[in-house]
């Protein structure tokens, strides 16, 4: 069974920046791909962004590219979501999920954390 523990939100102000992390475990990290889901306040969660097992192909909602990253780092099992100009519509409870394979494409595992809140004041 995997664990995941996302950490890194907080306050901020619009057009700022924040980082994100989650640290799994429990499953064979390297071998499966990432992804970042939001859930807005009586919103329904929804893509953020997905990344493969490698780090090598990563994929992002129309609504934060060009602004958010996505990385990983096999080594210290952990996932990354780097988030520039911000905007108040970004704020969100933020949850990493592991994919089934090692290719988003192939879906998710029904695995959620606690999730880290992001507020984006204006």
């Known amino acids: 069974q995997v664990q995941l523990v996302e950490s890194g939100g907080g306050l901020v102000q619009t057009g700022g920046s924040l980082t994100l992390s989650c640290a799994a475990s429990g499953r064979t990290f390297s071998s499966y791909a990432m992804g970042w889901f939001r859930q807005a306040p009586g919103k329904e969660r929804e893509f953020v962004a997905a990344?493969?097992?490698?780090?090598?192909?990563?994929h992002y909602a129309d609504s934060v590219k060009g602004r958010f990253t996505i990385s990983r780092d096999n080594a210290k099992n952990t996932v990354y979501l780097q988030m520039n100009s911000l905007k108040a519509e970004d704020t969100a409870v933020y949850y990493c999920?592991?994919?089934?394979?090692?290719?988003?494409?192939?879906?998710?595992?029904?695995?959620w954390g606690q999730g880290t809140l992001v507020t984006v004041s204006s």
């Open positions: 999920i592991p994919g089934k394979t090692g290719w988003y494409v192939d879906g998710y595992l029904e695995v």
């Open positions: 990344t493969t097992w490698s780090g090598g192909t990563s």
